[in-house]
């Protein structure tokens, strides 16, 4: 097996496009050699915690509202084409996403870290829901078949505060400064939202390479 780790952050459109194109090729490819792990990236770590209004935020990010709108016109062609569902009507808050992180750390160790990145994504982008309020991510959780209560009250702790924000910083020293990023077998750096043939491709490099090495 390889292990594929995922550097992402679950509001960013681009790490949701990215998995996307990720899942297709792996559905392509059943037999693929990937142990899959999601690690954190806090897009906006100076967020408040209760987050801000996301039209304010997209705004004072890009120059006003035409700046957002041309900076997020390629995101737009490049999730139809993936067939990611975005309804940016929707979302109403830019959260702060630290606790999210938290929760995605805490799935892995119940080997649900996939369905909770799904579900994260999919409350975030599909449903419009704040995945930075603690209600939202216990339903995360319940959804997912983890102890919601036990998360509700580990959420109102600093529970792996400090173990999510060294690993966030862990991924700047390395050089990471956008996501997704992907990293192959803990060596070879895949930046951004790769397209499903090029996956393929990669998994069936990895194949050709493992085999040889039989």
């Known amino acids: 097996m390889v292990k594929l780790d995922v550097i992402s952050d679950p509001i960013c459109p681009w790490c949701y496009i990215g998995k996307t194109n990720l899942d297709k090729a792996l559905a392509d490819m059943p037999d693929h050699p990937f142990v899959i792990e999601w690690h954190p990236f806090q897009l906006n770590p100076d967020m408040p915690a209760e987050g801000m209004d996301r039209r304010a935020y997209l705004e004072g990010k890009f120059g006003g509202k035409d700046g957002a709108v041309r900076a997020y016109a390629p995101v737009v062609e490049h999730a139809e084409k993936a067939g990611a569902v975005i309804n940016f009507d929707a979302i109403k808050r830019t959260p702060n996403t630290i606790d999210a992180h938290r929760l995605i750390h805490w ?108």
């Open 107 to 214: 799935a892995g160790i119940e080997q649900r870290q996939l369905l909770v990145v799904d579900l994260l994504f999919k409350a975030y982008f599909v449903d419009g829901r704040d995945i930075g309020d603690h209600e939202v991510l216990c339903d995360v959780a319940d959804t997912a078949e983890m102890d919601a209560s036990m998360i509700k009250r580990l959420l109102e702790t600093d529970s792996d505060l400090d173990d999510i924000r060294a690993r966030d910083a862990h991924s700047r020293e390395m050089g990471v400064n956008s996501v997704p990023t992907f990293i192959v077998a803990n060596q070879h750096a895949v930046p951004g939202a790769q397209p499903p043939e090029t996956w393929v491709q990669v998994i069936k490099d990895i194949q050709a390479q493992l085999e040889a090495a039989e």
